[in-house]
């Protein structure tokens, strides 16, 4: 990071951050850009009012003491040359306690509108999503206004307003100043003018508003006693406000509440209004160490703590190998940020406030980061899986229960830490400190992790990664066996899905679907094993080898068939074996005893972007997204449980979304608003999908009759995303409320009507279908290479997924997370058909190996590699330990185990529940 991004992220990105929240959730409340933006100037100028009340009053002072010099030097400069004149001056500085460095007081309210100006102007400016949208007699919002045209010349009626508001308010501001302020406020308009005249419409409206908003408080400060009549309007808004929001019928209960404490908070100064004044009340102790400790307390747990400690729990998730970039540097963008929002702004604030506004700010930041620490470590902990675009994979629900125990602890820990900061303020920095102390050391140990894996990363890509093009043969004459693992695809919805398509009948030809198939696990590393291993590698046989660490039988289930194929004299392709090493990104080096076969990593090799250079690929996108958001995760952690999902807002933390979607050309978060529509990509999705869509640029056609295998594992099937229909393509804006109402009777087949009312369960659906689109294109290219019919391909995934489509439980535990996808299409085989026989994931290896290889053999093991024990019950392993950085000792960590016994796994009666250890 440059020292000029450093003091950009220091000083404007906070600010940026903060205008687009605003914006957004105005336009998410009021749905017109036009009136967000009108929200938004009154928002900020309304934050801004202290500082620029200040500011005023430090100009006063500045001519008042400046006006009562005047006199005496004037007479020391005429009296007076050279260095006498600049030691005489000094004197009467000296003796007036007066320093020329005071002068700078006269342009406080101009220094405090330059990083406010350069925010809004970089928000507005960039903001796609005012482009087309009109207000009033403004056309386009993301344009210049171009009211009219004299000749060629393009007249912009909004910028010459702005102008003539900023001078008529200079007027009135200015009167009885000195000539040299009157010149500084009629210049500035002038400078406005000429940088904002061909700016869009949307900023100059904005600053159009903010002009009008320094009209009004210049007449406004001319009146009786002003603050009574402000603390009124805030009442007369905030009730407004709160009656139109208990009213609306599109609003939930904790949108509701969360507006209605908005609310009342603007009817709060009316309230305490009331009050004693402060000559009739103890004074309250103002404290600037304990809101500066505050202030970098709040900075190092969402700054550095919070930050580092998501990263370096899964760390290769945060940096692709082929795009290598530190993770670190997100943790380093998001402490700056941090630093920015709490200890620069803050204190900038803090020292523009009066002594009862300084006492407020010291004993808030104190409360502030008590009930932060407390909501961080107590509450909102197990909200499921989070990708490293910082989105969980299932949406955060809370218990109305959870809402109010979060809120009675958050009031009674603010009423006791007030107690503490009124009567012990100087403890309370002490804790503040003891809490910096403790923070700081964790979050390097953090930071520790995220170096060591990344070094070792990096090393790993210069040595297995660099300058390889993934690639792997099929022969024209030999014998071609492909394992294909979809991760996660869910076998019950093959029927859905060749009935919707039912040209993939044709392309799946010589398929055998088996619909009665069952895995031994719930997530992959206590499924994969058996997959590519056998019965040997089930989660109880595992277990049973307690003497052996699970990485290594991990390990050795994905080396049983490409050693066993290349004993054979097979040309062995290994592409992605997921979670070798017990790594996030594929440990090769577990092959490296065998050099002769051909591995690769081939997920985030392709771009699904690669046609729109000027956007950015998916991982600047993805950079883009973190870089942003870590700091809006961090505010999630430890906001009340009631503010959390204002915050999270669906994964994209208030990025400024339009309802035409315009302007999310970079983001890689989908924000979903039903099962039919929304905006944005999700960028896991992207990756694998981009994999499948070059599957033809990765298969090399070869002569002869060499033999050839092929294992691969892809993640299209494993991240759910809405696309668009009927092609079943990414779109940045997907709407399928018209094909979905057309086909609504599509999730009925047999009688059996799948239950699709979720978005994670359409979703899934979509990824699925996409995954056999593609594959049906591969295919068509295979058959027109001539190597379709002599190859053998075995499409199989690790386990389902509990979407609960098929209302199949046991022990409150849904069983279509153990009903994977398994396919098969043998050499020469014609016709597309279903077998009802039972069947497992870990009969892959038999299947691989049948009428090839002569008494298969597992070459570590020595055992016979057959489908024997799929005979009598089967145990079934179920735990949500997915993470293999927790789940890594010699045996996995308890959960539960179930029996299964019979054919069908749809039917409820042939699960029992075991045991849970």
């Known amino acids: 990071m440059s020292f000029a991004a450093f003091l950009y992220h220091l000083f404007i990105t906070p600010l940026m951050l903060l205008f687009e929240v605003i914006f957004t959730i105005a336009n998410r409340l009021i749905g017109n850009e036009g009136l967000s933006i009108i929200v938004l100037s009154i928002a900020v100028n309304f934050l801004v009012l202290p500082l620029y009340k200040r500011a005023d009053e430090l100009q006063a002072e500045e001519r008042e003491i400046q006006a009562k010099m005047a006199y005496r030097v004037k007479r020391i400069k005429q009296t007076f040359k050279g260095n006498e004149q600049f030691l005489m001056l000094q004197e009467y500085y000296r003796i007036n306690n007066y320093k020329p460095v005071y002068a700078l007081k006269s342009s406080a309210s101009l220094l405090l509108q330059i990083p406010f ?18 207000f009033g007699f403004i056309k386009d919002l993301g344009k210049e206004d171009a009211t009219f045209m004299i000749g060629s010349f393009t007249v912009n009626i909004l910028p010459i307003l702005m102008t003539l508001i900023n001078v008529i308010s200079g007027i009135l501001y200015t009167k009885g100043h000195p000539t040299k302020e009157k010149v500084q406020v009629y210049g500035l308009a002038l400078v ?25 408080k210049n007449i406004f400060y001319k009146l009786k006693d002003p603050k009574k009549l402000l603390f009124r309007i805030f009442a007369v808004v905030g009730a407004a406000i709160l009656i139109h ?52 307390f709040l900075t190092l747990l969402t700054g550095l703590l919070i930050p580092s400690g998501v990263i370096s729990s899964s760390v290769e998730e945060f940096f692709s190998l082929m795009h290598l970039s530190d993770p670190i540097n997100y943790v380093i963008r998001t402490l ?19 002594d009862r506004g300084k006492s407020f700010f010291s004993d808030g930041v104190w409360i502030l980061s008590g009930t932060a620490i407390l909501n961080y470590m107590l509450f909102g902990r197990k909200l499921g899986i989070l990708s490293s675009a910082l989105k969980y994979e299932n949406k955060p629900v809370f218990a109305v229960s959870e809402y109010l125990i979060n809120t009675i602890a958050v009031l009674a820990a603010a009423i006791v830490l007030h107690l503490i900061y009124t009567h012990f303020h100087k403890f309370s920095r002490i804790i503040l400190i003891a809490g910096c102390v403790a923070v700081f050391p964790v979050a390097l140990g953090n930071i520790h992790i995220m170096r060591v894996i990344y070094d070792v990363q990096t090393e790993y890509y210069f040595q297995y990664i660099e300058g390889r093009e993934p690639s792997f043969e099929l022969s024209k004459d030999g014998q071609n ?20 398509k039912p040209e993939l009948v044709e392309q799946f030809d010589g398929f055998t679907y088996y619909p009665n198939t069952i895995s031994f696990g719930g997530h992959t590393n206590m499924a994969l094993p058996a997959l ?11 277990n049973q080898r307690s003497d052996e660490p699970l990485v290594n039988k991990h390990n050795e289930a994905l080396r049983v068939l490409p050693v066993l194929f290349g004993q054979n004299g097979y040309d062995v392709s290994i592409f992605d074996p997921k979670y070798a ?12 005893d065998h050099p002769e076969f051909n591995c690769y990593i081939t997920e985030g090799y392709f771009d699904f972007f690669e046609d729109q250079e000027e956007a950015g690929s998916a991982i600047d996108r993805l950079d883009s997204v973190r870089n942003r958001n870590f700091f809006f995760f961090s505010l999630t952690r430890i906001a009340p449980v009631l503010l959390q999902d204002t915050i999270y807002d669906e994964g994209t933390y208030n990025e400024a979304i339009s309802n035409n979607g315009l302007n999310v050309s970079n983001a890689t978060v989908q924000k979903i608003s ?15 999908y981009a994999v499948l869509q070059h599957m033809k640029d990765m298969t090399k056609i070869v002569d002869g009759d060499k033999d050839t295998f092929l294992m691969m594992t892809n993640d299209t099937t494993h991240a759910e995303m809405l696309l668009q229909e009927p092609d079943y393509t990414p779109s940045l804006i997907v709407d399928n409320t018209k094909y979905d109402a057309e086909h609504a009777d599509r999730f009925t087949l047999d009688g059996v009507t799948l239950d699709m009312s979720r978005v994670i369960q359409i979703a899934h659906y979509h990824v699925d279908m996409a995954a056999f689109l593609q594959l049906g294109d591969w295919f068509d290219y295979l058959r027109e290479m001539g190597v379709y019919d002599n190859t053998r391909i075995i499409l199989v995934s690790d386990h389902g997924y509990d979407l609960n489509t098929l209302g199949v439980s046991c022990n409150e535990e849904d069983m279509e997370s153990f009903m994977p996808l398994l396919m098969v299409k043998d050499f020469n085989a014609t016709g597309f058909t279903v077998a009802d026989d039972f069947m497992t994931n870990a009969d892959t290896p038999t299947i691989a190996t049948s009428g090839i290889i002569e008494n298969p053999t597992n070459p570590f093991t020595g055992h016979a590699i057959d489908s024997l024990l799929k005979d009598g019950p089967q145990l079934i392993f179920c735990s949500d330990e997915w993470n293999t950085y927790q789940n890594n000792g010699n045996t996995f960590l308890p959960g539960k185990w179930f029996r299964f016994e019979g054919i069908d796994p749809k039917d409820e009666d042939n699960w029992s529940y075991v045991d849970e250890h």
Request: hydrophobic letters at 50%; charged letters at 15%.
């Open 245 to 296: 929001t208990l009213i609306r019928t599109d609003l939930n209960v904790r949108q509701k509440i969360v507006l209605s404490i908005g609310c009342a908070l603007l009817m709060l100064p009316f309230l305490l209004s009331f009050r004693k004044s402060d000559k009739e009340k103890k004074a309250r102790p103002k404290d600037y160490l304990t809101f500066l400790f505050g202030a970098i």
């Open 581 to 592: 090493g017990y790594s996030w990104n594929p440990d090769l080096s577990i092959y490296d």
């Open 481 to 500: 066996v492909i394992i294909l693992m979809l991760d996660r695809a869910l076998g019950p919805q093959v029927p859905y899905i060749m009935n919707e």
């Open 532 to 542: 590519f291993g056998g019965y040997e590698y089930t989660p109880n046989r595992m």
């Open 336 to 354: 700056v940020i941090a630093s920015g929002a709490w200890v620069v702004w803050g204190s900038i604030f803090y020292f523009f406030m009066s």
């Open 192 to 216: 406005f003018l000429i940088l904002l005249y061909h700016s869009p419409a949307g900023l100059v409206f904005y600053w159009l508003l903010n002009n009008v908003f320094s009209l009004v």
């Open 117 to 134: 100006f350069i925010a809004a102007y970089r928000l507005l400016s960039d903001m796609q999503s005012l482009q087309g949208m009109s």
């Open 674 to 688: 039903s099962t039919s529509e929304s905006v944005g990509y999700f960028t896991d999705f992207l990756s694998a």
